[in-house]
């Protein structure tokens, strides 16, 4: 167990910059909050939820120098990076730079979200099972490098979640390569071309000191934007933990052939991984294999999770940045379950209705957490600013009675359009086969 009390006696609270204006900010400074040490929360560029509970610093999350000055003039203590961007862009080094400490990996470290194909060549290297995958930079190259449908089809770089399209034929594979290599849609030269695998979708997380990887409880989400799995591809409609099918040793065995080598790899490369390295697994038939890594918390995953932690997340975050980093950490959790639903905006994922009046969530139990994505104040009235808009967490002693307090949270809040799906946690609770 992580000790109780924080690392050293203190005087004044310790400052925590969280960047980012999404659900998943919300929900970690939710749990920085709950922190024995009290700390005082600022946040980058935020929005309408978090300025309840953090101090808003009107600063774009792509806006390497303007974060790094503010995090300098505010004599910040730690620097949260939650989108993938900024880390991308080499904010931490920024940051590192300015003598400033911050939560997530390099640059260099952070290739292995940034780059597709580099995540590959890193499991390859490490010993990873992944899918067997091949590149191409044309849409003739793809089409020659598909032997059987469905395919996988993915923009090599960054896509917010939505670079990624499972093609049932070559009608639909030849239009999505003339999309990605031709359109430029996304902006890669690349596209990855993958084996389809065929099993359970569930995100394993592992909070890292650059040499251990230590899971946080495992969660599943849902990526596409309509019930039954249907649809185009989402940042996240809703998520659930724990996953029924991962008790504590088959995490471990998880954590032992997926995220440790990894972290192993990163390391000997000469950029080692700090932060939170993010499994996308498949469970299969012939065992885990991973999907995708991403180099930060998960959205909307981390709604699910940060209510479940009874852990110091504060304490934990530091310690990944220390001499001693995570050595003999455990992270506690809630034996209760979590539902996690997202209403999104109309028009949401392709062309998301901005500016409706949002309603009801005064009616919302204090037992509920409303975390904030898309939301802003106009005039007095929050409306909504983006397509994920609200995040709607509830806890319960099994997934069935959080799944119910969830969804009649959900039907609390109005605005116009409004859209979710109904199928979040339907089938939690019992092992898929």
Not at 5 to 15: D, I, N, Y
Not at 288 to 301: C, L, S, T
Request: glycine letters at 10%; charged letters at 20%.
């Amino acid at each position: 167990m992580i000790p109780h009390g924080p690392l050293c006696c203190r005087t004044l609270p310790v400052k925590v910059l969280v960047v980012g204006s999404g659900g998943r900010e919300h929900a970690i400074i939710h749990a920085l909050a709950r922190s024995p040490q009290q700390p005082e929360l600022v946040c980058a560029p935020g929005n309408a939820g978090i300025a309840a509970e953090a101090r808003l610093l009107g600063i774009a999350v792509d806006d390497i120098e303007g974060l790094v000055a503010a995090a300098r003039d505010e004599a910040v203590e730690l620097v949260v990076v939650g989108p993938e961007v900024p880390l991308v862009a080499g904010l931490v080094d920024a940051l590192q730079e300015a003598g400033v400490t911050a939560f997530g990996p390099t640059r260099a470290a952070a290739a292995l979200e940034g780059s597709k194909e580099f995540a590959k060549q890193a499991m390859a290297a490490a010993g990873v099972p992944t899918a067997t995958w091949s590149r191409a930079a044309t849409v003739a190259e793809g089409m020659a490098a598909i032997s059987s449908y469905p395919t996988v089809l993915k923009a090599d770089g960054l896509a917010a979640g939505k670079g990624v399209v499972i093609a049932a034929d070559a009608a639909e594979a030849r239009a999505t390569l003339e999309a990605f290599l031709v359109e430029r849609r996304f902006g890669t030269e690349t596209v990855l071309i993958e084996e389809h695998l065929v099993g359970d979708e569930l995100s394993l997380f592992a909070l890292c000191d650059g040499e251990r990887a230590i899971a946080l409880a495992p969660a599943r989400d849902y990526k596409r934007i309509f019930d039954g799995d249907r649809g185009p591809n989402t940042g996240g409609m809703g998520s659930y933990s724990p996953v029924a099918e991962l008790d504590d040793a088959v995490i471990a065995e998880i954590v032992a052939t997926v995220h440790q080598p990894i972290v192993d790899h990163m390391r000997e490369r000469g950029t080692p991984f700090h932060g939170l390295l993010y499994g996308g697994l498949m469970l299969t038939a012939n065992g885990v294999r991973v999907i995708e890594f991403n180099a930060r918390f998960g959205d909307p995953e981390t709604q699910a999770l940060m209510p479940r932690l009874r852990s110091d997340l504060l304490d934990a975050l530091l310690r990944t940045t220390r001499p001693g980093g995570l050595r003999g950490v455990e992270l506690d959790w809630s034996p209760q379950s979590s539902v996690t639903v997202i209403l999104a905006s109309a028009g949401y994922p392709e062309q998301p209705r901005l500016g409706s009046p949002i309603s009801g969530l005064e009616a919302v139990p204090s037992t509920i957490e409303v975390t904030h994505s898309g939301t802003v104040e106009r005039g007095g009235q929050l409306v909504t600013n983006g397509g994920r808009v609200l995040g709607v967490t509830a806890l319960g002693d099994d997934h069935a009675s959080a799944r119910a307090a969830a969804y009649a949270a959900a039907q609390m809040i109005e605005f116009p359009g409004m859209q979710f799906r109904t199928d979040i946690a339907a089938h939690a609770g019992t092992v898929r086969t």
